[in-house]
């Protein structure tokens, strides 16, 4: 730019720069009409400098430029002794390389495994944003302005008073989440938020954080849940936010500790979020009653749910029936809730029983917002909505309409279009949300390789009871455990799981604790009574062992005898002081978490600069998850500014790529060549970066692969141990030598989020420990041995 000079030096690629007597890669004037403007120049210039492969004094050169001493021209001699902080090296983002490292790292090895991309593969059409004017003649204040202004409280009675049905979209969440397992990349979103931002403009909420996709975005996207957030909140100002809490478990599989859920209600809504539908697994009162006391000490809006399973209309269903879930509400209704939702996560509200239910209810409660959710796995879901607004509901939910229908919620267009016009009318123009759908139809197209394959609805979900945003993400997790072509046994066992468990609510974590089982059934070919008589011998997964051990709370109706005491016998919690199993809340037994000591252990392991209060809840939420998120950070960085099919697929070569790293920031890429990998098995890659050669080198693993034959598991033999399920050894807890009885652990496994203990069926000896972690292992493979006491 003008005032700066270059002068050549040998600093060009492929140069050889020596460590000797002038290594000058190029000299850089600034002309100013003064010391701090020629000083702001040249830190501009330094800057905008890319040099990689040599160690520079550019970092030194930035410290001086930026001294107050030096800029005022009071420098001595001992200038640079009096100033040792001119040392620090530069902590430079270095984005480009590392998107580049990304992208030849897809195009060797392929999509991550992790991700689960087995389908098609993505569209080839790239989605067109609509343009949908904004509506400057709104005649009301929108929801979102009430709340800020007047709080929850005032947020709850203009519901009340709202003429019409209102309207929550589910697409940003809990659609994705039944239909294409959790993985909507947050560039999608957001590409679409400013039309959104009009078009629902009168809705009740858009529904976008919280349940499943805090941890799917930090394990298989490598996106900051946080971040997610905070640029939806800055891309849609005007319309409430809502999240799905899990009450005690907050967006966690487990309890917590309780200064754990506070603070993150805390940093949820001053990141953005407004309205908390907070929900527990087991309908336990205990621990909806934290997660309800945590979002309103917060400032959020208390949407309380009770989870819907069963059937009200019909008398001969068991035990949840019509007085239950009125006793249930009247619970939380005591407890200064702002609105209640009607939570049916497997689709089982039929038509008739939504208007039984939602009729008592408004009947009993006339003040109550209610809010209705559902699935649409049978093809009912449209029908039970409208039955719910007849019956008196203020709000539903629906997804949009390429997002809708099977394991999602109702077509959005569909109720908007059946209200129009009449005493429920959503307030929502049919034209503008029909101009969504067309972005959300050649978007869906991206996902192609999570798609499950599901054509149709399945009346059957009234049988497995098998809750839709499940639904996908078992179906995907079955084939990855071996069980491809059993996912009808899948389903029925899940139904004979739902009956050793107790007959429960099933919905994240209880649903994840019945799919665990359902699949261990399946894997093992094991039948109901099998179960019950072999329990104390069986390695069930770690969440079943841990539902019975209360970790989740208590059930309706109690835990299942004897096949409780028998799962537990000789187990104890560790660190409980010798307790078997959790008498009450659990996180009410759980000490404080050490939020300080954390954020300082953390900082040591990643650097002051990377981590924000918000990383160390991550942290608290998923430890092991963020440790494997802050690596693929350091070894990939930031990978949300690339669209999904480049996320997916890569490059070809001969093709070019803008990529927006910030606004007024781009790259543009394009991928020159890949060359044939050398001995060591790494592959050069030749990119061009904003028209300057790059490179990236990656490592071929596919080549570096050996199939080896391992040895199974003999059948009849006791003390010969293989894995139950197939999956990656984690952790072995003997080595050869050890003395061991029966139950003690021998190995832990993971297999899709469900770990697994194998435990010593027998006294003995360990003769030998054949796997080690990282091993991944099919079903009945061998893993310990042991010489049995006589």
């Known amino acids: 730019g003008f005032g700066i000079r270059l002068d050549d030096g040998p600093g060009f690629p492929g140069a050889k720069i020596t460590p000797h007597y002038d290594s000058l890669l190029v000299k850089i004037t600034a002309k100013a009409r003064n010391r701090k403007d020629a000083a702001a120049k040249l830190i501009r210039a330094l800057r905008e400098f890319r040099v990689r492969g040599v160690q520079t004094n550019k970092s030194f050169l ?14 001595t001699t001992g200038f640079i002794a009096a100033n040792p902080n001119l040392m620090e090296p530069l902590k430079e983002k270095d984005r480009a390389q590392k998107l580049l490292a990304y992208i030849g790292e897809v195009v060797v090895n392929g999509t991550p495994k992790s991700l689960g991309a087995t389908g098609d593969p993505p569209s080839s059409v790239d989605p067109i944003v609509p343009e949908i004017p904004p509506n400057h003649k709104q005649k009301k204040d929108s929801l979102k302005k009430i709340f800020d202004r007047d709080g929850p409280e005032a947020f709850a009675k203009a519901v009340r008073q709202n003429e019409g049905l209102l309207i929550t979209d589910t697409t940003w969440r809990d659609a994705h989440q039944s239909l294409l397992a959790t993985r909507l990349r947050t560039i999608d979103m957001l590409n679409i938020a400013e039309p959104t931002s009009t078009a629902l403009r009168n809705a009740y909420s858009l529904e976008c954080w919280g349940g499943a996709t805090f941890d799917v975005s930090m394990r298989f996207l490598n996106e900051c849940p946080w971040d997610r957030l905070a640029s939806f909140r800055e891309a849609v100002p005007d319309i409430p936010f809502q999240m799905l809490l899990r009450g005690a478990n907050a967006v966690g599989y487990t309890s917590y500790a309780d200064n754990v859920v506070f603070e993150f209600c805390r940093l949820a809504k001053e990141a953005g979020m407004d309205v908390f539908r907070v929900f527990d697994s087991l ?33 001969k269903r068991g035990l949840y029936d019509l007085e239950y879930y009125l006793e249930f509400v009247r619970q939380l209704e005591a407890q200064g809730i702002h609105a209640l939702a009607i939570k049916d996560m497997a689709g089982l509200l039929k038509p008739n029983a939504a208007g039984m239910l939602v009729g008592a209810i408004r009947e009993e409660f006339p003040n109550l917002p209610i809010h209705v959710h559902t699935h649409d796995t049978a093809g009912t879901g449209v029908a039970s909505m409208l039955a719910a607004a007849q019956a008196g509901a203020d709000a539903v939910d629906a997804a949009t309409d390429a997002m809708s229908g099977t394991t999602a919620q109702p077509s959005l267009g569909a109720l908007v279009a059946s209200t129009q016009g009449t005493e429920l009318d ?10 969504l759908n067309e ?5 869906r197209g991206l996902y192609a390789p999570f798609e499950s394959g599901q054509k149709s609805g399945s009346a059957d979900v009234y049988i497995h009871e098998m809750p839709g945003g499940q639904y996908t993400n078992l179906l995907y997790q079955s084939s990855q455990l071996g069980l491809t072509g059993q996912w009808s046994q899948v389903k029925t066992a899940y139904a004979a799981a739902n009956r050793l468990l107790g007959d429960i609510i099933k919905v994240t974590p209880s649903s994840k604790v019945t799919g665990d089982l359902a699949q261990f059934l399946v894997a ?6 099998e179960v019950i008589e072999k329990a104390e011998e069986l390695s069930f997964p770690n969440s079943v062992i841990e539902y019975f051990q209360g970790y989740l709370g208590i059930p309706p109706f109690g835990f299942p005898e004897p096949l409780r005491s028998r799962v537990l016998k000789g187990r104890k919690i560790e660190g409980s002081g010798g307790l078997s199993c959790f008498d009450g809340r659990p996180g009410a037994q759980l000490p404080p978490f050490d939020f300080e000591s954390t954020e300082a252990n953390l900082k040591e392991k990643w650097g002051s600069g990377k981590l924000s209060k918000y990383d160390v809840m991550s942290y608290a939420m998923y430890p092991a998850v963020f440790d494997e998120f802050m690596e693929r950070q350091e070894e990939y960085g930031k990978l949300s500014y690339l669209d999904t099919r480049t996320f997916l697929t890569g490059m070809k070569v001969g093709q070019e790529l803008t990529v927006e790293l910030e606004k007024g920031k781009h790259l543009v890429l394009k991928l020159i060549s890949v060359g044939e990998p050398t001995p060591d098995g790494i592959v050069n890659i030749q990119f061009e970066l904003n028209g300057q050669p790059r490179s990236a080198h990656v490592k071929d693993k596919r080549a570096a692969v050996k199939e080896t034959a391992r040895l199974k598991a003999l059948k009849g033999v006791t003390g010969s141990i293989g894995a139950a399920m197939p999956g990656v050894v984690l952790e072995t807890k003997v080595k050869k030598g050890d003395k061991v009885k029966k139950g003690d652990p021998l190995v832990l496994m993971s297999a899709m989020k469900m770990e697994t203990v194998l435990t010593s069926p027998c006294d003995g000896v360990v003769k030998q420990v054949v796997v080690t972690a990282g091993d991944q292992l099919d079903g009945g493979d061998l893993c310990v041995e042991i010489d049995e006491t006589l």
């Open 283 to 315: 309908n336990y009162v205990e621990n909806m009653r934290l997660g309800i006391d945590a979002v309103g000490e917060a400032g959020g809006i208390v949407e309380a749910a009770v989870c819907y399973t069963g059937d009200v209309s019909d008398p």
């Open 524 to 529: 093992n070919k094991l039948t109901e009574h």
């Open 439 to 443: 972005y959300w139809e050649e978007c």
């Open 426 to 435: 959503t307030g929502l123009d049919l034209h503008e949300v029909s101009k």
């Open 62 to 75: 930035l410290n001086v430029l930026q001294n107050r001493e030096f800029l005022e021209g009071e420098v």
